[in-house]
């Protein structure tokens, strides 16, 4: 949830409504698969979409007890302490063509990053044989081996 409470407040300020709108439908499908969900994440959920859906989430915010109107409701708060993530997925190409991905820690140094992708099943026979001549990082993102042929 707070992870999506950040990813839509930021999308709705540079107006990227298509990929709020996708956070929000992961978010959803995550929760259904929850035995019950708490009230105060309904109220976040209602909070987070009456921006895309007013008439509908109004409705639902006096069914569930609430008053008044959601839209004078401030912005959810999400706790930075809890979108932290502790492992990341690098996408791996070599020559520009993509190979692979590979799952490190986040606060992996530039040198693991590399060391992990050069020994990655998947990336290991395209690099066999052939010396590596430029090897491009984009930081949390991806590594881009270049190879001489």
């Known amino acids: 949830m707070h992870k999506t409470i950040k990813k839509v407040g930021e999308d709705i300020e540079e107006l990227r409504f298509n990929t709020a709108i996708s956070a929000m439908m992961i978010l959803v499908n995550e929760a259904g698969s929850l035995e019950s969900i708490s009230k105060e994440f309904e109220k976040n959920l209602l ?3 009456a921006p895309f859906a007013p008439h509908m989430t109004e409705e639902l915010w006096k069914q569930i007890g609430e008053k008044p109107s959601i839209h004078r409701q401030p912005w959810p708060k999400y706790d930075p302490k809890l979108i932290v993530e502790s492992e990341i997925t690098i996408v791996v190409q070599v020559n520009g063509k993509l190979r692979g991905s ?8 530039k040198d693991e990053i590399i060391k ?4 990655s099943q ?3 026979p395209y690099l066999e044989g052939k010396k590596i001549t430029n090897t491009i990082t984009v930081p949390n993102k991806l590594v881009n081996f270049v190879v001489q042929l």
């Open 122 to 124: 998947k990336i290991i």
């Open 116 to 119: 992990t992708a050069s020994s």
């Open 47 to 49: 909070l987070i979409l």
């Open 102 to 109: 590979i799952i490190v820690p986040a606060d992996a140094s």
